[in-house]
């Protein structure tokens, strides 16, 4: 594997502040625990634009010590120009 490949594959973006960038919705990046944002995902390059929307979960409450997400993506707007992404 070349490292070319090893940094591009490394890369990774946050789903909740990629759609906070387009939309400015401060909620998106609300806290999930005591001072920070422990509940959270995260996605390759390849499919960064396909993240159209992104929601946690608070019920039911106490199901867990962590919050559910929920993320909507559309895959027809993957990125399909550099395969080796997806490896």
Same mark, same amino acid.
Do not use: C
């Given at each position: ?6 940094v ?8 909740a ?9 401060k ?16 996605v ?8 159209? @929307? ?22 027809d707007?993957?990125?399909?120009? @550099? ?5």
């Amino acid at each position: 594997m070349s490292s070319r490949r090893t940094v591009e594959w490394q890369v990774r973006f946050d789903a909740a502040a990629k759609l906070f960038e387009e939309r400015g919705d401060k909620a998106l990046l609300r806290r999930t625990a005591t001072d920070d944002r422990i509940d959270q995902l995260w996605v390759s390059a390849p499919l960064r634009d396909t993240i159209i @929307n992104y929601a946690l979960l608070d019920t039911p409450e106490d199901a867990s010590d962590h919050h559910g997400l929920v993320v909507r993506i559309d895959l027809d707007r993957a990125r399909t120009d @550099n395969m080796w992404e997806y490896k």
